[in-house]
């Protein structure tokens, strides 16, 4: 098979007509060095496009890009934006804020040469911006080339080798770097034996990618198995302390490094699904982290370890056992036990991406352990990427969530002032080889906003859309594709499982509905649904103790159905079908009103959608419109599996007298 893939790429958020107002002006660069080159060549390429002058001498220049006279003590990303004289200036921490600079300068357009521009700094809230991808090198027999990928093979890897064209990945990086997302992780966290190599006798191939990324101030990552030692070393032990093993990473790193100087870290998924980890050895957690970053260290490089640990392997009938604990149970204790340079990375919800759950309690029960959260921006459990849903409003709900109630701190701030360099933002990469890089071409909104947020955790997600909209489409009426996909996420929740209840979808591939898929499987995820009531308790009172997990005031108000918010009732508590939400109205009626109405706005959102033709790429209108098609037929049937099903098991008919099989 070939690897060539389409000519037509999408240009996404960098479409030419971005860089007209500064490729239309006189510029002056003035720095050097790699990124400096970079920008310099951005610059250029732009004034070719618009008929500027791309090496104007500065006092004649529109535009002056520069380095600040000392040099920030920072990670350099950072730049001032600014009006100084008849220029609009950035004068940048480092030769990375010079990059970001200049992309906020595009981002602006012809605002960003306002004469009455305002003084602005521009710094991130968080220090490490990774997208990790879970790119297989093969092609998996049942997961296809991406593991939960919705948008074609990797643009990494093709067919058990490196791509020989990179083209598209100084593209992505291109791309990565116009959001602020600064390292990306190039394999999956299911790290099979091929993958495996990749840390040693296959460097060269991430050295590869290592270098097309670089020009874009990103950094690269490496997903790595547990038992490498084993699998590679011809050791016959991978346990954390042994001193064998410990010179076995030690030497394997400083190799990493002597070949990618600038390597950004490990990423490790242990004892978790099947991959290998320190249990098998009797060791701890925090003794297999800190062996790993005791090989980084002296490169200054972190090891994110995942704290994604539970039993897959559950009794369906040991009511005990709650699979939402199990992160906290495993980690909480070892808090105060890893070293500095290890980073625990943490789904931002306890169980597993869902539409909607609670906020992870393991986010912020480890004071003196560094703490990074992980978002999914490949959509899993969201549609899949043939679905509209624009995530960022449920992230920046996670991000804005106060811990110790409503007067303490935001998460993302506890995130990024306890830890050195500013913490970490990780998600899940949902790009590839398609044409359109995500698939539904909307879904770019979804790995632009992450970008965005990751800089600037407390930006309205509707300004991000606008901002993308304006980027992406810059001819098409931007408040009606705002409407289409402002409210896509609720929508979505609206016609899937009810009020935080989660999965009911397929087995294995987690497309389309499927009340009972999960009921008695060893995967934990139930709704425990019978003729009279639905939900987990997760309550200390009667339950499973989740709720005691968080601190004072979320363990009181998840504890009781009288101050649990409407939206995660069904994840903390069994309500009888006839309680009444918040909201005035039953659990069972809501079911049924919300499904009515999530399939109506599905309609509603396809209609818009045709109505826009004309006013947009029609290779971009074309695509959509297909996946609107299939949107609408899967709400309709998640639509009708719901209601049916919930019909039937309580007994209770609609109030309104709708169809229902
Ligand atoms: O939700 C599960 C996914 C797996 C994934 C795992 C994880 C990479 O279904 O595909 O494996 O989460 O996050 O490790």
């Known amino acids: 098979m070939s690897e060539t893939s389409s000519p037509e790429v999408h240009p996404a958020w960098l479409p030419p007509s971005a860089f007209r107002a500064l490729g239309s002006r006189r510029v002056h660069v003035e720095a050097s060095g790699p990124l400096a080159d970079t920008v310099r060549a951005e610059v250029a390429r732009a004034c070719a496009l618009f008929g500027g002058n791309a090496s104007s001498p500065p006092a004649a220049a529109d535009l002056i890009l520069t380095l600040a006279a000392v040099p920030s003590s920072g990670s350099g990303d950072g730049f001032l934006l600014a009006r ?33 521009l305002a003084d602005e700094r521009h710094e991130p809230a968080l220090g490490l911006r990774v997208l990790d991808h879970w790119d297989n090198v093969d092609v998996h027999p049942v997961m296809g080339q991406v593991e939960r990928g919705y948008a074609g093979g990797s643009i990494f890897w093709h067919h058990g080798r ?35 190599h990749l840390l040693t006798d296959r460097l060269g191939e991430v050295a590869a990618i290592a270098s097309t990324l670089r020009p874009y101030g990103i950094r690269l990552h490496l997903a790595i198995n547990f038992a490498a030692p084993v699998i590679l070393g011809d050791l ?16 394997t790193t400083d190799r990493v490094f002597a070949t990618i100087p600038d390597f950004g870290g490990y990423l490790v998924k242990a004892d978790s699904e099947g991959q290998p980890g320190p249990f098998t050895y009797g060791r701890t957690h925090a003794d297999g982290a800190n062996m790993l970053a005791a090989a980084l260290a002296p490169h200054d490089a972190p090891v994110r370890w995942r704290a994604f640990v539970y039993n897959h392997r559950q009794d369906w009938r040991d009511r005990s056992t709650d699979r939402a604990r199990a992160a906290h ?40 352990t560094r703490v990074a959260v992980e978002l999914q921006v490949t959509q899993e459990y969201t549609g899949q990427q043939r679905h509209v849903c624009y995530l960022p409003p449920m992230w920046s709900g996670v991000l804005a969530f106060r811990p110790d109630g409503d007067s303490g701190p935001a998460l993302a701030e506890r995130l990024s002032t306890r830890t050195p360099g500013g913490g970490v933002l990780s998600a899940v990469a949902n790009v590839g080889d398609d044409p359109f890089w995500t698939g539904h071409p909307l879904a770019q909104a979804n790995l632009y906003a992450v970008g965005r947020l990751a800089w600037s955790p407390g930006r309205d997600p509707a300004a991000i859309l606008d901002e993308w909209i304006t980027l992406t489409f810059p001819d098409a009426p ?11 996420w609720l929508t979505y929740e609206q016609y899937t499982a ?58 009181e108000r998840y504890e009781s159905p009288a101050t649990c918010p409407d939206e995660l009732l069904l994840f903390f508590h069994h309500v009888p079908y006839t309680h009444v939400l ?34 947009i790429d029609p290779a971009v209108h074309a695509r959509v419109t297909e996946r609107l098609a299939e949107q609408l037929r899967s709400a ?26």
């Open 84 to 116: 100084r004289g008849a220029a609009t200036i950035v004068i940048a921490d480092g030769p990375a804020g010079l990059l970001h600079g200049l992309f906020e300068v595009v981002r602006r357009g012809e605002a960003a040469f306002a004469p009455d």
């Open 162 to 196: 490196l791509r020989n064209d990179l083209t598209r990945v100084r593209d992505y990086a291109r791309l990565l770097a116009a959001t602020g997302i600064n390292a990306v992780t190039v394999n999956n966290v299911n790290v099979h034996r091929s993958e495996t």
């Open 236 to 251: 016959p032990t991978a346990d954390p302390l042994d001193d064998r093993v410990r010179r076995w990473w030690r030497e």
């Open 329 to 368: 149970d495993h980690f909480a204790p070892l808090d105060g036990q890893f070293s500095g340079n290890v980073i625990l990375q943490v789904k931002h919800g306890p169980m597993d991406f869902q539409t909607r759950e609670p906020v992870s309690p393991v986010l912020f029960a480890m004071p003196r």
């Open 478 to 488: 931007r408040q009606a594709l705002h409407d289409l996909m402002a409210d896509s």
């Open 498 to 555: 009810p009020l935080g209840v989660g999965f009911m979808v397929r087995p294995g591939h987690h497309y389309g509905p499927d009340v009972d898929g999960y009921e008695y499987t060893p995967w934990g995820t139930y709704h425990f649904a019978d003729r009279d009531g639905i939900g987990v308790d997760r309550t200390t009172a009667t339950g499973t103790g989740f709720t005691s997990q968080y601190p004072h005031p979320w363990s």
């Open 582 to 615: 918040h909201s005035g109205t039953t659990v069972i009626q809501h079911i049924y009103d919300t499904h009515f109405a999530g399939a109506e706005r599905v309609a509603d959102m396809r209609a818009r959608w045709a109505d826009l033709a004309g006013t």
């Open 636 to 661: 309709e049937e998640w639509r009708d599996q719901i209601n049916t099903y919930f019909h039937r098991k309580s007994g209770i008919p609609d109030a309104k007298g709708r169809t229902i099989h």
